[in-house]
Structure formats: structure tokens, C-alpha cells
């Protein structure tokens, strides 16, 4: 399979991987309005704070500020508005049980483009400790020593 371009990416929430141990991820297209995937093209969407929702069967996509779209005029969308995720009924009953589970978040990780369409990447993660977060620190620190030191 072909990596993903980095121009065709178009946000990314990497405080997620760092307040998360991701176990499995799923890639899901987002039901967006007309103004929402001109201000995703120009990159005005926010994911930080984003997570996912099961309900009543369906998938939705939370707390995710998409900005308005300058020339939207009276047709502008709410920015936070919640955005429903196209999964299959598979997926979405697998992400259901996760999240019925003590600890576990369902967290967007990327938004990018494929094949003009916006798909998110969903990732479902284990929330870490604080003694955790250092460990991973310490040996991101370590690895980057090695690599100064023998060019490996």
C-alpha cells in the first residue's frame, strides 16, 4: 500500500499519541457542508480537543473546530458543530465496545484528503500516566542520543 503524501495531510493531533497509547485505528470519511470542506482545504480545522461519540448506531466526530469560511456569507456553518463519520456497522459496533470500556477515548489522530475526499483517521487509545508520558519522553531521548552519537 502507498504511504500517505504529506500534502494531502491536512491536520494532525500529536498531543494524541502523547496522552495515549493507541491500539487500533480506523480510517472514516466525515459528512461535511460545503463551507466545512473549503475551510478543511485550507487548513482551518482544529483536532485538539476532538473525540468520538457512538450513538444510537452512528459514529459522530466531537468537539472539532472547523473555522468559517470567509466567503461563506449567511450559508457559514457552526464551527463546532457535530460531524457525522462514515464507518461501516462493523466498525462502528467494535468502536462501541471500546468505548463501553473503563479507560478507554476514541480520539481523531489526522485529517487529510484521498481522492479529493476528507477522511479521518481514528485512532482508539488507553490513556497513560504521568510516569508513562516520562518513559516515552526518556526513551525518544535516548533513541535521538544513539543517533547523534553512531549515525545509525
Keep these: 500500500m502507498k504511504k500517505e503524501k504529506d500534502e494531502n495531510l ?3 493531533n500529536k498531543k494524541a499519541r502523547h496522552d495515549y497509547f493507541i491500539k487500533e485505528t480506523y480510517e472514516a470519511g466525515i459528512a461535511l457542508t460545503g463551507t466545512e470542506i473549503k475551510s478543511v482545504r485550507a487548513r482551518r480545522i ?3 480537543d476532538g473525540y468520538v461519540q457512538i450513538i444510537n448506531g452512528s459514529a459522530f466526530l466531537e468537539n472539532v473546530h472547523i473555522s ?6 449567511r450559508y457559514n456553518h457552526e464551527p463546532l458543530r457535530s460531524r457525522r463519520l462514515l464507518l ?5 459496533n467494535r ?3 471500546a468505548q463501553a470500556e473503563r ?5 481523531p489522530l489526522k485529517v487529510y484528503l484521498k481522492h479529493g475526499f476528507a477522511k479521518v483517521l ?3 487509545g488507553q490513556g497513560k500516566k504521568e510516569y508513562d508520558k516520562r518513559q516515552t519522553i526518556k526513551e525518544r531521548d535516548q ?9 545509525i
Excluded at 468559517?68 to 456569507?73: D, H, V
Excluded at 461501516?88 to 462502528?92: D, L, V
Excluded at 533513541?143 to 549515525?151: D, L, P, Q
Design 88 to 92: 461501516h456497522k462493523k466498525e462502528i
Design 143 to 151: 533513541k535521538r542520543e544513539i543517533h547523534r552519537r553512531y549515525g
Design 10 to 12: 491536512i491536520a494532525q
Design 95 to 97: 468502536l462501541a465496545k
Design 103 to 107: 479507560g478507554i477515548a476514541i480520539i
Design 68 to 73: 468559517e469560511y470567509k466567503q461563506g456569507n
Design 46 to 48: 482544529n483536532l485538539r
Design 122 to 124: 481514528i485512532g482508539v
